[in-house]
């Protein structure tokens, strides 16, 4: 059975930090590229970050670039989110996901397969 466990989430002050964890059991984890996918009240989920199977390779996007950083180990089938500086804005249900493949980037957005498992989520909320 595969699941996805996420831990980490709670409530932080503004300019706090957090580090999210997912572990990952019932799939060879270090075939897939893992993605952080946060889904703020009212709004539709959106990628955050990603990495590559091997973890060379990240993706941010804008709005967390040099805050957040992505980092995997395949020999302990984890994926981590290490956020720093959290604004309000960051407020949202965070989520692990796997994909088969990296997207693909062409006229300034990226072009995602489709997710094949996800995790239940970890509520990160940024308030004073």
């Known amino acids: 059975e595969v699941q996805l466990g996420e831990s980490g989430g709670g409530l932080v002050q503004p300019g706090g930090s957090l580090r999210l964890s997912c572990f990952a059991s019932?799939?060879?984890?270090?075939?897939?590229?893992m993605v952080w996918v946060r889904q703020a009240p009212r709004k539709r989920p959106d990628w955050v970050a990603l990495i590559n199977s091997g973890g060379a390779t990240t993706y941010y996007k804008d709005s967390v670039k040099g805050r957040f950083t992505i980092s995997r180990d395949n020999a302990e089938n984890t994926v981590y989110l290490q956020m720093n500086n959290l604004t309000p804005d960051d407020t949202a249900v965070y989520y692990c996901?796997?994909?088969?493949?990296?997207?693909?980037?062409?006229?300034?957005?990226?072009?995602?397969?489709?997710?094949?498992?996800w995790g239940q989520g970890t509520q990160v909320t940024v308030s004073s």
């Open positions: 019932g799939f060879t984890f270090g075939r897939f590229v």
């Open positions: 996901a796997t994909l088969k493949e990296l997207p693909t980037y062409s006229s300034g957005r990226y072009y995602f397969p489709e997710y094949d498992y």
